[in-house]
């Protein structure tokens, strides 16, 4: 569950660094951002949905 957070907590961050890079129209770094966004959001949801979730 830990890691699932910690993960979760780097998605925001790229999330955040996607927007401040699209407003200094630095696209290089809006692809890099943007793509370690999508990855890390995939790997938290995943995470916290397979291991973190408790089982009913």
């Not at 129209?25 to 990855?39: C, E, P, T, Y």
């Amino acid at each position: 569950m830990a890691i699932g957070i910690m993960f979760l907590v780097a998605t925001i961050l790229c999330a955040v660094a996607t927007i401040r890079e699209i407003k200094r129209r630095n696209f290089f770094a809006v692809g890099f951002a943007g793509i370690s966004f999508l990855v890390f959001g995939f790997f938290s949801i995943m995470t916290i949905f397979v291991s973190g979730a408790p089982e009913i």
